[in-house]
């Protein structure tokens, strides 16, 4: 496999990437992968759905360094690469590599000297680049995100792209992630509260359908987050939104409603 895709895809720096890539992997990336010089090859299956573009040697340093799901969504928030066709499907193939292909193989002496040959070829070589300067759980699929725009955006837009539902009355809701802090852990902050908790379910399937329909609404006033957080922060919050979805579909991640009122409701 890696002798005919060494001849396949010789030529060209996403050729070169490819090659980086099986040697790291053993295996080629399932998606199209399109370089800064123009260069561009196909995944071996035909299928061309999700194009990533690569667009600088600081991105090849980057993903090196942080060949994971960080690194993914670093390079991407910091506008390092570029995705076309579908953010989701794109995050979930390309995780799915990672960790799968990478499982598979231990590099040998020669296979790591094939690595640097083949870095040092593409310009990557190099410190660990810095940034962006979005928090650590953004970047890992923890973020609330929600919370983010609520706070951040301007009262209007953040309405809009939530969509958020009515008054509770005297009653209170909240949805909860058992990732970083424990469901144990978010009751007991609300008893420290003095609220009584009412009902605790789990809504998993409901918070990915939620967080897909704030992805879209903030595909649709795009131009206008970006105007109110900038560029990277707009591109943070969209592939935070993914990689929550992510996690929950895969259990990483679970999604709890918690309801409830006041002690002296």
């Not at 970047?139 to 725009?149: E, F, H, P, S, W």
């Amino acid at each position: 496999m890696t002798e005919e895709i060494t001849q396949t895809h010789a030529t060209g720096v996403a050729g070169r990437l490819v090659d980086l890539l099986v040697q790291v992997y053993g295996e080629a990336p399932p998606v199209t992968l399109t370089a800064w010089d123009g260069s561009r090859v196909e995944p071996e299956s035909g299928e061309v759905a999700i194009e990533a573009r690569i667009e600088s040697r600081r991105t090849v340093r980057r993903l090196m360094w942080s060949p994971g799901q960080e690194g993914i969504a670093r390079a991407y928030i910091a506008g390092e690469l570029t995705i076309d066709g579908d953010l989701e499907t794109a995050v979930r193939l390309m995780r799915d590599y990672v960790e799968h292909a990478s499982a598979k193989r231990a590099l040998e002496p020669a296979d790591r000297r094939e690595v640097l040959r083949l870095t040092v070829q593409l310009g990557a070589v190099g410190p660990a680049p810095r940034g962006p300067s979005e928090p650590v759980d953004a970047v890992t699929g923890y973020l609330d995100v929600t919370g983010q725009m609520r706070a951040e955006l301007p009262p209007a837009l953040a309405d809009t792209v939530l969509a958020h539902g009515g008054d509770e009355g005297a009653g209170r809701a909240e949805i909860v992630y058992t990732d970083p802090a424990p469901l144990s852990a978010s009751i007991a902050r609300w008893e420290s509260e003095g609220l009584v908790v009412d009902a605790v379910r789990e809504v998993v399937s409901d918070e990915r359908d939620r967080l897909r329909d704030v992805g879209r609404r903030l595909d649709e006033h795009w131009d206008a987050v970006v105007d109110a957080v900038g560029a990277q922060h707009a591109r943070m919050w969209k592939v935070s939104l993914v990689l929550v979805r992510d996690n929950l579909e895969r259990r990483s991640v679970r999604a709890y409603e918690i309801t409830g009122t006041t002690a002296t409701a």
